[in-house]
C-alpha cells in the first residue's frame, strides 16, 4: 500500500512538474485584447542582437518569435510543411508553377505530390533553385535536403518562417523587399529587409563560388550582408514595436492569394467587386482559421482536421446552412450571423450534384472560359512593367469538373508545357531541366526572351494586311484601327504563326535529337494538350491525349459572388439552355506553342454529363413555364371538384344520419 | 423507410383486392354488384388509359430509382417529369368526367330506377382516393417549382409527393381493379 503510495506521489509530482514546465516554455496571455509587442530581437543562435553593432546580425523571427511562440509546431502548419517529409498532402491545391519563358515552359510543381504535378527534384530543381525561383511568395521555412550537399546555404542562410508576412498589421511590411532579398539570395536577411528593421546592404549571389564566411571581412573585398539597425525604432532597452495581429489582416493573404481574371471582356479591376464576404466586413481568417499548430482550415466539405477538431460549420455548406443532423451547436451552422440560403425552388439535387461554388464563386462563366493570373504564378503584388494579360503561364477558369467526391466544382486549369526526352515505348516522359533545353531552343529556333511571344507572333506582311482590312486601311498604324479590324489582325497573326510552328518545331526537335547533354530518349515538346515528336521518317507527329500533356486543376473557391448573382438566382435558363455556358461552354487548351486548331473540351463532356440528356432537359426546359400554368390551372380546378363533391357528400352523410328511423 | 411503406402499400393493396374479390364470390348468388363503366364514351376511355399508363411510369421510374439509389435523376427524372405532365392532364379530365358518375351522395344499391350512379361504392371510393392522392401529389410539386420555398420546405414537399406519390398508385391499382370487375361482371 505505501509503494503504491509512492508510486503515485511520484506521477502526480511528475505531470505536475511536466505541466509547469509547459507553461513556462511559451507565453500566452489568453485575453482577446491584441498583446503589445514590444520585443527584443534574437539572431539565429538565438542571441540577444545589440541594433548598434555595426556588425549585427539580421533577426531571425525563429529565434525572437520562436521565444514565446511554438515556432516547431507552427512549422508543421499546412503554409510550412510542403518540404517537410511525410507531410499530409491534403486536397490538391494550385502548384507552383515553374515558368520559363525563353523555353515555353510550364510545368505544375509540387512537394505534395499531387496527382498531374511533379516533384521539383524530377525535373532537376534543387530546393535551392525551388526557393531563388518561388522564395518571393514562399513563406518559409525551407533548409538545404538532407542528402544534398550544403552549397550555398551556408551564405545565404536558412529561410526561416516570417511570421510578420502574414501578423505584420501596420503595411510597413514589404513584400517586395522581402522578395529582393530572396532574388539576393539573402535570404536570412529577407525578414529584417521586409518588416524595415533595418537597411540590408549586400548580395549573396554576388558573391564569389569559394567566398569563406568563417573568415573575418577585409575592407574592399566581398562580404556577406549587413544590417544598418534604425536607431529610432528601438528604445534603451534594445526593444523594438512589432505591430502584429493575431488574425491577419485580408490585405496580407492577398499578397500570395490574389486571383484577377484577365483577357478581353474582364472588367478592370476598378469594375470587379471581389469576394462578397469581404465586402460584409469578414476577413479570410474568418474561416481559414487555426490555432498556435497553424493548421489553417481550407474550408472545403468534408476536411479533416488534423487537430480532430470539427471544422465542418467553417465550410460554405457548413456555415450557411449547418449540418443536416447537427446534434451539437458547433454543427447548426450560422457562424458569424451567416444568412441561410432560401434557394427558392431549386431541387435539392442540386446541391448534391454541385458544389456551392459551382454557382457562387470565381467569374462568371463564357461560352470559352477565360484566363487567371495568380499571384504565385504570376507574381502578383510585386510591381512589373512588362506583366501582360496573356502572360505564361496560361490558367484556364471557370472549368466545371466533377472531382473524386463525384461533385461538380469549378476549378482552374493548366495544361503542361516542357521540353521533355520520351521513352521508346512512349510511355515515360522526362521534362528536360529548361536551364538545360535553352541552349537547343535558342540556336535553332532563335529564342531571345520569349518562346511564346516570338513563335506565336508572325509578321504579316504589307499584302496580307491590304487582303484584310483593304489597301486603304492597312496602311493605317495599328492603334488607328478600329478594334474588329485589330482583332482580324490578331486573328491572322495567330494563324499565320500556327501555320509556320510545324516547321519551327521540326527544327528543333531535329536539333534536340543531336543534342546529347539534355538527355536519352525521344525528344518532344509538350503544349497544351499535344506532343510533339519527329516519326521515324523524320515527319513531325502530333498526339493528343498523351498522360504527360494532361492538364492539372484544381478547385477555385473565391470571388464569391452576391447571391444574386449566383448561377440560377435569376433563371433556371442560367443553366439549362442551349446557350448555356456552364454546359455548352468550350475549354480550349492553351499553352506557349501557336496552335490554330486546339484541343477543344466541352463542359458537358468534363462534368461527365450526359450530352442527350442535357438537351432532353433543355428543351423540357422551354416548356416549364407553361406546364406550370397548366397545372395551376388544373390544380384549381381539381380542388373545385373535391370541394363541391366533398361538401355534397357532407350533405348527404347529414340527411343519411337525420333519415327517419 | 420508402421502401418499408412502399412494401407495406404493395401488401395492402393485395390484401383489399383479395378480400374485396373473395367477398365478391361470396355474395355472387345474393346479389350481383351492379357495376358500368360504359357510358363513358371512347374519348372517357382514352383519357382514364392516359391517367393510368402515365401513372404507372410515374410509379416506375420512381420506385426505380428511389428504392436501389434513395433519389431519382438522370432519364428516370426526365421519364418522370414527362409522365407527369400527361398526369396532370389525364387526372382533370377523369375528375371532371367521373365526378358525377361517383358522387358519394346517392346509393349505389337500391332500385334501378333510383340508382343514377353507374359505379360501385368501392370503384367510387378509390376514385376519390385517386383524386385526393393525386391533388396532393400534384400540389407538393407544383409548390416546390416555385420560389415561395426554401430548401427544407421543399425537402418536405418532397417527402410529402413521395408518400402521396404511393397512395396515388395504391388508389389507381384498386379503381382499375374495380374498374376491370365492374366490366368483366357487366359481361
Known amino acids: ?661 | 423507410m420508402y421502401g418499408i411503406v412502399a412494401l407495406g402499400m404493395l401488401i395492402a393493396v393485395a390484401a383489399i383486392i383479395v378480400l374485396h374479390f373473395l367477398s365478391g364470390l361470396a355474395r355472387r348468388g345474393r346479389q350481383r354488384e351492379r357495376i358500368a363503366s360504359r357510358g363513358l364514351g371512347m374519348l372517357g376511355a382514352l383519357v382514364y388509359l392516359v391517367l393510368i399508363v402515365s401513372t404507372a411510369v410515374l410509379a416506375g421510374t420512381s420506385l426505380y430509382s428511389i428504392l436501389p439509389q434513395g433519389h431519382m435523376r438522370g432519364w428516370m427524372l426526365w421519364l418522370h417529369l414527362g409522365a407527369a405532365g400527361a398526369f396532370v392532364v389525364a387526372l382533370l379530365l377523369v375528375a371532371i368526367m367521373w365526378a358525377a358518375p361517383c358522387d358519394m351522395c346517392t346509393p349505389a344499391s337500391g332500385p334501378p330506377d333510383q340508382r343514377p350512379q353507374r359505379f360501385s361504392t368501392f370503384t367510387r371510393i378509390s376514385f376519390w382516393f385517386f383524386v385526393v392522392a393525386g391533388v396532393v401529389s400534384l400540389g407538393s410539386m407544383f409548390l416546390s417549382m416555385l420560389t415561395l420555398l426554401g430548401t427544407p420546405q421543399i425537402e418536405l414537399a418532397f417527402e410529402i409527393h413521395r408518400y402521396s406519390g404511393l397512395a396515388v398508385v395504391a388508389a389507381a391499382v384498386l379503381h382499375l381493379y374495380s374498374v376491370s370487375l365492374g366490366r368483366l361482371a357487366a359481361g
Open chain 1, 1 to 661: 500500500m505505501w509503494l503504491w503510495c509512492a508510486a503515485a506521489a511520484v506521477v502526480v509530482l511528475a505531470a505536475s512538474g511536466e505541466r509547469a514546465l509547459a507553461q513556462d516554455r511559451f507565453a500566452r496571455t489568453d485575453s482577446r485584447n491584441q498583446y503589445v509587442h514590444r520585443i527584443q530581437l534574437y539572431d539565429a543562435s538565438k542571441k540577444l542582437i545589440d541594433p548598434s553593432d555595426p556588425n549585427a546580425p539580421p533577426y531571425s523571427p525563429m529565434a525572437t518569435c520562436g521565444k514565446c511562440h511554438d515556432y516547431k509546431a507552427i512549422a508543421h502548419g499546412w503554409h510550412f510543411n510542403a518540404l517537410e517529409k511525410g507531410a499530409p498532402a491534403g486536397r490538391p491545391g494550385e502548384p507552383w508553377i515553374w515558368t520559363d519563358r525563353r523555353t515555353g515552359t510550364q510545368i505544375p510543381l509540387s512537394y505534395r505530390g499531387w496527382d498531374g504535378t511533379f516533384q521539383p527534384g524530377e525535373v532537376g530543381m534543387s530546393r535551392w533553385d525551388f526557393i531563388t525561383t518561388f522564395g518571393r511568395h514562399y513563406p518559409g521555412e525551407a533548409g538545404p535536403e538532407e542528402t544534398a550537399p550544403e552549397g550555398r546555404w551556408n551564405l545565404s542562410g536558412a529561410l526561416a518562417i516570417d511570421c510578420m508576412i502574414c501578423h505584420g498589421d501596420n503595411r510597413s511590411y514589404d513584400p517586395e523587399a522581402y522578395a529582393k532579398q530572396i532574388a539576393k539570395h539573402n535570404f536570412a536577411w529577407a525578414p529584417t529587409a521586409a518588416i524595415g528593421l533595418g537597411y540590408v546592404s549586400g548580395d549573396v549571389s554576388r558573391l564569389p563560388e569559394k567566398f569563406d564566411p568563417a573568415k573575418p571581412p577585409e575592407e574592399g573585398k566581398p562580404s556577406l550582408p549587413k544590417v544598418a539597425y534604425y536607431q529610432h525604432k528601438f528604445n534603451p532597452d534594445k526593444e523594438v514595436f512589432f505591430d502584429i495581429v493575431r488574425r491577419p489582416s485580408t490585405n496580407n493573404c492577398y499578397y500570395c492569394h490574389t486571383a484577377r481574371p484577365v483577357g478581353p471582356g474582364t472588367p478592370a479591376d476598378w469594375n470587379q467587386d471581389n469576394d462578397v464576404h469581404m465586402k460584409a466586413g469578414l476577413s479570410c481568417v474568418a474561416c481559414h482559421r487555426n490555432g498556435i499548430e497553424h493548421h489553417t482550415v481550407r474550408g472545403f466539405e468534408g476536411e479533416k482536421h488534423p487537430d480532430g477538431a470539427d471544422v465542418s460549420t467553417l465550410s460554405c455548406r457548413g456555415c450557411h446552412i449547418g449540418e443536416h443532423d447537427a446534434t451539437s451547436l458547433a454543427e447548426f451552422g450560422g457562424r458569424l450571423g451567416s444568412p441561410r440560403p432560401h434557394h427558392g425552388g431549386i431541387p435539392p439535387l442540386h446541391f448534391e450534384s454541385l458544389s456551392c461554388t459551382a454557382c457562387h464563386s470565381g467569374p462568371l462563366p463564357d461560352m470559352s472560359a477565360g484566363q487567371m493570373q495568380t499571384s504565385l504564378a504570376h507574381e502578383l503584388g510585386l510591381p512589373s512593367q512588362t506583366r501582360e494579360d496573356g502572360d505564361q503561364p496560361i490558367i484556364i477558369a471557370p472549368v466545371y469538373l466533377r472531382n473524386e467526391a463525384g461533385v461538380i466544382e469549378p476549378r482552374r486549369m493548366v495544361w503542361p508545357a516542357y521540353w521533355a526526352r520520351m521513352s521508346a515505348d512512349g510511355e515515360t516522359v522526362t521534362p528536360i531541366n529548361p536551364e538545360a533545353a535553352y541552349g537547343v531552343v535558342r540556336s535553332s529556333l532563335r529564342i531571345r526572351n520569349d518562346f511564346m511571344r516570338e513563335v506565336g507572333e508572325a509578321r504579316l506582311s504589307a499584302a496580307e494586311k491590304a487582303k484584310l482590312l483593304g489597301e486603304e486601311r492597312a496602311k493605317l498604324r495599328e492603334t488607328e484601327l478600329t478594334q474588329e479590324e485589330q482583332l482580324k489582325l490578331a486573328r491572322a497573326t495567330v494563324e499565320k504563326a500556327a501555320g509556320e510552328f510545324p516547321e519551327k518545331i521540326t527544327k528543333a526537335l531535329a536539333a534536340f535529337a543531336k543534342d546529347k547533354k539534355s538527355g536519352e530518349g525521344v525528344p518532344v515538346y509538350i503544349s497544351a494538350g499535344k506532343l510533339y515528336r519527329l516519326g521515324d521518317d523524320g515527319k513531325l507527329v502530333i498526339t493528343e491525349g498523351h498522360a504527360a500533356a494532361k492538364p492539372y486543376s484544381w478547385p477555385l473557391g473565391h470571388d464569391v459572388r452576391p447571391a444574386r448573382q449566383a448561377l440560377g438566382a435569376a433563371e433556371c435558363t442560367d443553366c439549362h439552355a442551349a446557350d448555356s455556358p456552364f454546359v455548352h461552354g468550350t475549354v480550349a487548351a492553351a499553352g506557349p506553342a501557336p496552335d490554330a486548331t486546339p484541343v477543344t473540351m466541352k463542359m458537358a463532356a468534363l462534368q461527365g454529363l450526359d450530352e442527350d440528356l442535357w438537351q432532353a432537359w433543355t428543351l423540357s426546359f422551354q416548356g416549364r413555364d407553361a406546364f406550370k400554368i397548366v397545372a395551376m390551372v388544373a390544380l384549381a380546378l381539381l380542388t373545385l371538384v373535391l370541394v363541391l363533391y366533398g361538401l355534397r357528400a357532407l350533405g348527404g352523410f347529414g340527411a343519411w344520419l337525420n333519415r327517419p328511423k
